[in-house]
């Protein structure tokens, strides 16, 4: 089992809609939670980080995270062509030898459509 | 400049070469880790140091690499003895502190490497 799951898609969405991503995590003990975007050729870029249950909310951005049932998402509302890209859902466990690395899954890929 | 940066930006080296990837962090940042992404997959962890000492090494995938981060700031992964299977993108991060939590990474461009 991945440490991190997410759907690869492609996730396709027109403009001005709520695209809505998923990841869940194994690892009951990770602490930290982060969003980063990839566009092609080009490296992670972080736009959301999240750190206890609940939502929080940037701009556009929403994460939500759930410890419980072991799931964090990411919302963009108004979705618009330049959020195309592919996103990555990272976490952190913050544990002994592991500390710092992140684990990431394979990525969304996302196209918003005009 | 602000960000990572990394050098070269694209090797083309056949197998059974070595090859030297660079990574300056941003400066003043502690933390500096190594990354290998295959295509279409996400970020895999090779190795993490803090400060000149490299504390987590597991993610390396053989002996044939190799990490250094001699005076703290710039490092170096260096791949002897190429194999196709190393053909990847390898992405640079750093971070402002130690690897605790909280601790967002930025990331460099990457080298993107194949070997023919």
């Known amino acids: 089992q991945k440490e991190v799951e997410q759907n690869s898609g492609p996730l396709s969405v027109p403009e001005g809609a709520i695209a809505s991503l998923n990841c869940t995590y194994s690892d009951r003990v990770s602490q930290s939670f982060f969003w980063y975007r990839q566009y092609s050729g080009k490296s992670p870029e972080l736009i959301m980080s999240?750190?206890?249950?609940g939502d929080k909310e940037d701009g556009r951005f929403t994460a939500q995270l759930n410890k419980a049932s072991q799931y964090v998402s990411l919302l963009i509302r108004d979705s618009q062509p330049s959020d195309s890209a592919t996103y990555l859902c990272?976490?952190?466990?913050?544990?002994?030898?592991?500390?710092?690395?992140?684990?990431f899954g394979r990525g969304t890929q996302l196209t918003v459509w005009p | 400049g602000a960000g990572v940066s990394q050098s070269p930006r694209y090797k083309v080296a056949k197998r059974g070469q070595d090859v030297a990837l660079r990574c300056d962090p941003i400066s003043g940042h502690v933390s500096l880790f190594w990354y290998q992404q295959a295509l279409g997959q996400g970020p895999e962890f090779l190795t993490y140091?803090?400060?000149?000492?490299?504390?987590?090494k597991s993610g390396l995938p053989s002996d044939r690499f190799f990490a250094e981060r001699p005076e703290g700031s710039v490092s170096t992964l260096k791949i002897q003895r190429t194999q196709q299977e190393d053909s990847a993108v390898y992405l640079c991060a750093s971070s402002p502190r130690t690897g605790g939590n909280n601790q967002p990474q930025h990331f460099g461009d990457g080298t993107r490497l194949s070997i023919l």
């Open positions: 999240i750190y206890s249950n």
């Open positions: 140091f803090q400060n000149e000492a490299q504390l987590d």
């Open positions: 990272a976490v952190n466990k913050n544990r002994g030898s592991t500390l710092g690395r992140l684990y």
